[in-house]
């Protein structure tokens, strides 16, 4: 599983864990070249903020 | 892992029908967790959440509720059965959220005014839960024949129901602080 570089928390600034991909197939509608053929929806990285509980996603890199 | 802040756990009471009786048993739940110590607890009615029905998914977001589950460790869904599923206005409400989601453990209760304790809801909940990146336990609360649970003033007269909610809470609780340190200390690769 590749991954660029450590998420920084916008709401804190502490360094995120990106501890899990998730096929997010609803937001493909609304980027449809964002969608990864292999898994027919946009695979986003899911990261969340020790300090402050803070979770974000993000796109994936391509090939991850 | 040595985390002394508190786990929050929001309980969902997944109906808004007049009358229901999931409400007496989402209290016991919330009840039930209010006796744990480091445990903060949150009921959250469907009934309140007002979503719109002219759209779907996380562009109805609504804000607290999305605030509240982001920050939850966990969660507990009460949902009663009707006609053999779940409450639909449950699934809209659970559709409009995702990565808050995503790693955290999720216990499910049952309830029926039959006799299988909403089980056919608790299982077809299942692959919903899955598909939101939920964790399920394998404990469930069932609440069979509600009606004879709760008195007309919805006290509790089935007395075994906090043991068995107990139960579920323990393995929910052990299973929030888990995935907590997963989700912050554990990079996915």
């Known amino acids: ?64 | 892992m040595n985390d002394s802040r508190p786990l929050s756990i929001p309980v969902i009471l997944g109906t808004p029908r007049q009358g229901r009786l999931s409400e007496h048993v989402a209290r016991v739940m919330v009840e039930q967790l209010r006796k744990r110590d480091g445990v903060q607890v949150r009921l959250i009615d469907v009934r309140a959440l007002r979503l719109p029905s002219t759209d779907a998914g996380e562009a109805i977001k609504d804000p607290d509720f999305s605030e509240t589950v982001m920050h939850a460790d966990g969660l507990i869904i009460v949902a009663p059965e009707y006609n053999h599923g779940y409450p639909g206005i449950l699934k809209h409400v659970l559709d409009s959220n995702l990565k808050e989601y995503i790693h955290k453990p999720v216990g499910l209760c049952g309830v029926s005014a039959g006799g299988f304790g909403g089980t056919r809801a608790v299982e077809s909940l299942l692959p919903v839960m899955r598909e939101l990146g939920l964790v399920t336990i394998f404990w469930d609360v069932n609440v069979s024949a509600a009606g004879k649970a709760f008195d007309s003033n919805g006290q509790l007269l089935d007395a075994a129901l906090p043991r068995r909610a107990d139960k579920m809470i323990d393995e929910l609780l052990w299973m929030a602080r888990v995935l907590r340190y997963g989700r912050e200390h554990i990079p996915a690769e």
Request: charged letters at 20%.
């Open chain 1, 1 to 64: 599983m590749a991954t660029t570089t450590r998420m920084r928390c916008p709401k804190c600034g502490a360094e995120m864990n990106h501890h899990a991909n998730k096929v997010d197939y609803s937001a493909g509608a609304a980027d449809p070249p964002a969608v990864d053929p292999d898994f027919h929806g946009v695979l986003q990285e899911v990261h969340q903020c020790p300090n402050c509980g803070n979770i974000e996603m993000r796109r994936a890199p391509e090939g991850a």
